[in-house]
């Protein structure tokens, strides 16, 4: 059973480019300022170090990328609504090509919890149809493809960052007319964020043929087509950390392993050689669908389960130390980043690249329970392609000549408290934060909206330290409706934001 799309080593991405025609797909890797960074004083190339971040240079190891995170949904004129937690994994392995590239072999398995009680879900009660849903988790096999080329990279103080972000328009393999109930439209559509740090110094001054990255992923996409919404109007949002597993598979939660030896046990590998097709969460469920009614079975089977086995009490809550570290004033932190278009079948095009100071601001909500984050400071706009500063833009959408914003930013995001938590990860000896918030417009009005994420990484040594020089990274991204300055208003689509933002 298969059910999402996601791929930490990014072969997925890849693949798509190849199997696809070009003018389909979108592939737009983040412009930095700082240019593309060539590794130097290290016996490996550019696309080797890529891979030992990614996975391993060793193509007889397996290789374990973890995820832990939240699913959200939004509906046009409602505030995001926290669904389910999101857990699992993609195993991997790298073989290396005569032409120098690699191939890169792996399957996935992804779980959905329920937020209050962690317990993995196989029945799920939509809150927007009140209906029961059957649940199928993430079993992607195969997902493999051709990793010629290493992401665009950026260096922090101690990190490479490894961006790649893409805009997926292709033909939705769930057609209208034979699966209405589960089909949102003739054309798939999404956007995937990626961000990938790595230790700079280990990466330079080590041999080591696998080095240990952490990641944030961040995803917009239509509805699973196991929650029966056709149609209907809004999105689902994810946000995740993202992990090397240096310990394998004993880093993998026990009662998904419980799963993976009884069902799944070929997860316990990555694939030794290449399978096509590769498979996705709207294939393989279109799979089990035709299989059912081959069979004369009903599309959608209701398990019996025990609602009450394994249930335990969930809090989120965020680590003290990195409180003591948010809390600091004043907390100053630089970002950089860009910003495209998302218009449903279109190729998505980039704006404008960004670069900016922001004054970092936590506030504890009790009344509210939860918490307000504001950043005030300034953003500069650059030409994507000569990294120019600008004041104006030929928008390449409407072709007319627009003023951009000032440069002076002031905003508040308002995150409740199971959306703004942290994560313990001992493989990379860091503790995550996930916060995800919207905004929006009235049901009578619901042009104006925005959903909003900021995941950071708090490395352990630096949670020791005095909160003034303490570092951390991550990311900001945000999904919203056209700036009103843009005159976009009768375009359908949306403008995605995504910034690597570092103290």
């Not at 397996?62 to 937690?85: A, E, R, T, W």
């Not at 990466?203 to 509805?223: A, C, H, N, Q």
Request: with cysteine.
């Amino acid at each position: 059973m298969l059910h999402t799309y996601m791929d930490f080593t990014l072969t997925k991405q890849v693949e798509y480019i190849y199997q696809n025609q070009p003018t389909m797909f979108y592939l737009r890797h983040l412009v930095v300022i700082f240019g593309f960074l060539s590794l130097t004083g290290a016996a490996f190339t550019d696309l080797e170090n890529f891979i030992r971040v990614l996975g391993s240079l060793d193509p007889n190891q397996s290789i374990v990328n973890y995820l832990n995170g939240s699913v959200f949904g939004k509906q046009p004129g409602s505030d995001l609504q926290k669904l389910f937690n999101y857990e699992g994994y993609n195993i991997n392995r790298k073989i290396r090509q005569q032409d120098g590239s690699f191939l890169s072999l792996s399957r996935e398995f992804v779980v959905y919890r329920q937020p209050n009680t962690s317990q993995i879900l196989q029945v799920w009660i939509n809150p927007w149809s009140n209906k029961a849903n059957e649940i199928f988790y993430v079993a992607n096999d195969p997902v493999n493809a051709i990793l010629d080329s290493p992401s665009p990279s950026q260096r922090s103080e101690e990190y490479i960052i490894y961006n790649s972000d893409i805009v997926l328009e292709y033909p939705n393999p769930l057609s209208p007319d034979k699966y209405s109930n589960y089909s949102a439209g003739p054309i798939y559509d999404s956007v995937e964020l990626f961000a990938f740090f790595a230790n700079y110094t280990n990466l330079r001054d080590t041999l080591d043929k696998s080095v240990p990255f952490t990641g944030t992923w961040i995803r917009k996409s239509e509805y699973l087509p196991w929650m029966e919404m056709s149609t209907k109007p809004g999105c689902l949002y994810y946000t995740t950390m993202a992990w090397k597993c240096n310990e394998g598979l004993s880093c993998v939660s026990d009662d998904i392993m419980q799963l993976i030896k009884k069902y799944y046990p070929k997860y316990e590998y990555a694939p030794s050689q290449k399978e096509v097709p590769n498979e996705t969460s709207w294939t393989v469920f279109k799979k089990v669908i035709d299989q059912r009614r081959q069979a004369g079975l009903p599309d959608i089977i209701i398990p019996q389960v025990n609602t009450t086995s394994n249930i335990r009490t969930m809090t989120d809550s965020v680590d003290d130390r990195v409180l003591n570290i948010l809390d600091a004033w004043p907390l100053s932190i630089k970002a950089n980043g860009s910003a495209w278009s998302e218009i449903p079948g279109k190729q998505s095009v980039c704006f404008f690249n960004m670069f900016g100071y922001f004054q970092f601001d936590l506030e504890h909500l009790p009344e509210h329970n939860g918490y307000r984050i504001q950043l005030d400071g300034f953003v500069t706009y650059r030409d994507a392609e000569t990294g120019k500063m600008i004041k104006n833009f030929t928008n390449p959408i409407t072709g007319q000549n627009n003023t951009l914003p000032k440069s002076e930013v002031g905003v508040d995001f308002v995150f409740k408290k199971d959306s703004f938590y942290t994560i313990d990860i001992p493989s990379s000896e860091v503790v995550g934060l996930l916060g995800a918030q919207s905004s929006e417009g009235t049901p009578d009005d619901d042009s104006d909206w925005s959903v909003n994420f900021i995941d950071l990484v708090f490395p352990y040594n630096e949670l020791s330290k005095p909160p003034t020089s303490a570092h951390f990274f991550g990311t900001l991204a945000s999904y919203s409706s056209w700036p009103s300055w843009m005159e976009m208003m009768d375009v359908p689509g949306n403008i995605v934001v995504k910034l690597t933002v570092s103290k």
